[in-house]
């Protein structure tokens, strides 16, 4: 059997364990940003009709005006940036990949799953996380000289400027991008992958066709084509991830890092915080290898009283 791996989110879990409906929890758990991209108005046939080729350009032109994709460099997106997690390893030549941790743990996981071994050492495959899930770290360029390099940028559209795309032209390397955390549409299922063309067509070919929904590709483009609204949010974001800053050394705890989407904290006793807040319905996020590691997430811009009262 599978060992589960331990993410943010369940709800169900927290209600089963500490009670109450739903709606009455703020869940701190995930870096998904808790303003989303507002919906747009869909055609009709992007539920109904199978996805088209113009539509999946459209998407694809959008993507690479809005990151700054190089000529050189292909793009393929797919249901989540999950899902081309779990896919890489079976088109890149077999060896040993370093993953530098402590680290978003689905990489680990599907190197695993394709019978990689895992090790330290950086020579054949490396993958960055950047910025870090959870502590934040940066990575700069010079870092990444691997033959094969996974660049894993979910988290770094609230920082574009340390952005590493322009390295998606270099051979073996991919950077992957995931829409559902920045705009705040997880349940879209959409992410991207965006490297060497030799890459990517082995990884398309391994998805299959209509591998986005039409809804997904609808709109993600939409999003993608709102310059605006991303630099608002990121403004919004900065904001509110000095106020959570300041409410949690307030009370005793020490920043280690984070994003702009979610901040992480040392605290005395991880899980007693963990516990203290369910009890008052708000789900933070705990790790089983750092006992005083604390993670949350940002509230809804409606939603801070239940966490300042939590706390």
């Not at 990689?116 to 950086?122: H, I, K, S």
């Amino acid at each position: 059997m599978t060992k589960a791996r331990d993410h943010g989110g369940g709800i169900d879990a927290a209600i089963a364990c500490f009670g109450g409906a739903r709606s009455d929890w703020l869940d701190l758990s995930t870096g998904i940003n808790p303003a989303p991209y507002p919906m747009p108005a869909m055609p009709a046939d992007a539920w109904t009709a199978l996805p088209d080729k113009a539509a999946f350009a459209r998407l694809y032109a959008l993507a690479r005006r809005f990151w700054n994709v190089p000529d050189d460099a292909a793009i393929v997106g797919a249901t989540g940036a999950s899902a081309i997690i779990a896919a890489l390893p079976r088109v890149i030549p077999q060896g040993e990949v370093c993953i530098p941790g402590p680290t978003y743990n689905e990489h680990g996981a599907a190197f695993d799953a394709a019978d990689w071994r895992l090790g330290q050492d950086p020579s054949h495959m490396l993958v960055a996380v950047h910025p870090n899930n959870p502590d934040g770290r940066i990575w700069q360029a010079a870092e990444l000289t691997t033959p094969h390099t996974i660049i894993d940028e979910s988290f770094c559209d609230v920082t574009p400027d340390q952005s590493l795309i322009h390295l998606a032209a270099r051979p073996g390397t991919v950077v992957l991008k995931s829409f559902g955390k920045f705009w705040g549409l997880a349940g879209l299922r959409l992410g991207f992958a965006i490297g060497d063309p030799a890459i990517i067509a082995r990884l398309t070919d391994l998805l299959g066709p209509w591998q986005i929904s039409g809804p997904a590709l609808s709109i993600g483009a939409e999003a993608l084509a709102d310059p605006q609204w991303a630099d608002q949010t990121r403004a919004r974001l900065a904001v509110d991830a000095a106020r959570m800053d300041d409410l949690l050394m307030a009370s005793g705890a020490e920043v280690l890092g984070g994003t702009t989407l979610f901040r992480l904290y040392k605290v005395q006793d991880a899980t007693a915080a963990h516990d203290h807040l369910a009890r008052h319905h708000v789900l933070s996020r705990i790790f089983p290898y750092a006992p005083d590691w604390l993670r949350l997430g940002l509230p809804a811009p409606d939603r801070w009283a239940q966490l300042e009262n939590a706390l």
